[in-house]
């Protein structure tokens, strides 16, 4: 998994718990990274897992429901690293119609060896619902709830999600269904 996410995390959990929780998080956790990360690095995803885990229990919150926190907070990375996400959508529905494509692809030219979940978008004829079905290697469904309702928020629109995941380990996949309101 690449640096950035990590540095990202990094940077919510400092926002939100404090540098000295942080640094007590990163000191007490057998990390083959020591807790160095740059953007460009490539980390094992297991250590995002421990810090999810190690929250979790310092601070009594789901494990989910922090990942879910720090996807929304993640897609705001997202918009200040992708421009074009600012600029070639009107609305959260466009945006996920083309996320993968238009990121995946953007990754991909800085990142060859990159392992991304698919991300596959059907929408309804009248354009008030869309269905995003999550495939990964990785257990990151609760991350992508996130993201997507980062991306809603992002364009303030009024979006229910529902989440069913459907992973059955070593592959982890989500079936998301948005409808406008």
Not at 52 to 68: C, G, R, T, V
Not at 121 to 140: E, I, M, N
């Given at each position: 998994?690449?640096?950035?996410?990590?540095r990202s995390?990094?940077?919510?959990?400092e926002?939100?718990?404090?540098?000295?929780?942080?640094?007590?998080?990163l000191?007490?956790l057998?990390?083959?990274s020591?807790?160095?990360?740059?953007?460009?690095?490539k980390?094992?995803?297991?250590?995002?897992?421990?810090?999810?885990n190690?929250?979790?229990?310092?601070?009594?919150?789901?494990?989910?429901?922090?990942?879910e926190?720090?996807?929304?907070?993640?897609?705001?990375?997202?918009?200040?690293?992708y421009?074009?996400?600012?600029?070639?959508?009107?609305n959260?529905f466009?945006?996920l119609?083309?996320?993968?494509?238009?990121?995946?692809?953007?990754?991909?030219?800085l990142?060859?060896?990159?392992?991304?979940?698919?991300?596959?978008?059907?929408?309804s004829?009248?354009?008030?619902?869309?269905?995003?079905?999550?495939?990964?290697?990785?257990?990151?469904t609760?991350?992508?709830?996130?993201?997507?309702?980062?991306?809603?928020?992002?364009?303030?629109?009024?979006?229910?999600?529902e989440?069913t995941?459907r992973?059955?380990?070593?592959?982890?996949?989500?079936?998301?269904?948005?409808?406008r309101?």
């Amino acid at each position: 998994m690449k640096g950035v996410i990590f540095r990202s995390f990094i940077e919510f959990s400092e926002e939100k718990y404090g540098l000295a929780f942080v640094d007590k998080m990163l000191n007490s956790l057998p990390l083959s990274s020591n807790g160095v990360y740059t953007n460009v690095g490539k980390y094992p995803y297991t250590e995002l897992i421990a810090f999810f885990n190690y929250i979790s229990q310092d601070k009594d919150i789901n494990p989910n429901i922090l990942a879910e926190e720090f996807g929304a907070v993640f897609f705001k990375s997202m918009i200040n690293s992708y421009s074009f996400l600012k600029t070639d959508y009107s609305n959260s529905f466009e945006c996920l119609c083309h996320l993968e494509q238009d990121i995946n692809r953007q990754v991909k030219k800085l990142y060859i060896d990159a392992e991304l979940p698919t991300l596959s978008v059907v929408s309804s004829a009248d354009g008030q619902s869309l269905t995003l079905h999550y495939v990964s290697s990785r257990p990151f469904t609760h991350l992508w709830y996130g993201i997507i309702r980062g991306c809603i928020n992002y364009f303030k629109e009024d979006v229910t999600i529902e989440m069913t995941d459907r992973s059955t380990p070593p592959e982890y996949k989500a079936l998301f269904t948005l409808q406008r309101q």
